[in-house]
Nanobody, 115 residues
């Protein structure tokens, strides 16, 4: 599975941003998809997940502000981020989890939120 994130940018606090992750190399509808992020000097942390059946889950830190969605026709997963805060600044990574286990990762896209 190959993953390519896009949509990262520099925005001001309170603004919105939508990330995209295009997948190829596998049947997209069979994949659970997720987003993680890694801030400078910190460990990579979980952000959100959407399963093959469209069930979603969020980290407490983004619940109510971020929305994960998928478009199986476009082999793409999205992360809509609203009310962004400086602490959301990080490299955001897309991950794909096949039925057989394991995980694939994209290269990441930088999101910077200025105060």
């Amino acid at each position: 599975v190959q993953l390519k994130e896009s949509g990262g940018a520099v925005v001001q606090a309170g603004e919105s941003l939508k990330l995209s992750c295009a997948a190829s190399g596998s049947r997209f509808s069979s994949l659970s998809m997720g987003w993680y992020r890694q801030a400078p000097g910190k460990q990579r942390e979980y952000v959100a997940l959407i399963t093959r059946g469209d069930t979603t889950n969020y980290a407490d830190s983004v619940k109510g502000r971020f929305t994960i969605s998928r478009d199986n026709a476009k082999n793409t997963v999205y992360l809509q981020m609203n009310s962004l805060k400086p602490e959301d600044t990080a490299v955001y990574y897309c991950t794909a989890m096949p039925l057989g286990g394991g995980a694939y990762w994209g290269q990441g896209t930088q999101v910077t939120v200025s105060s």
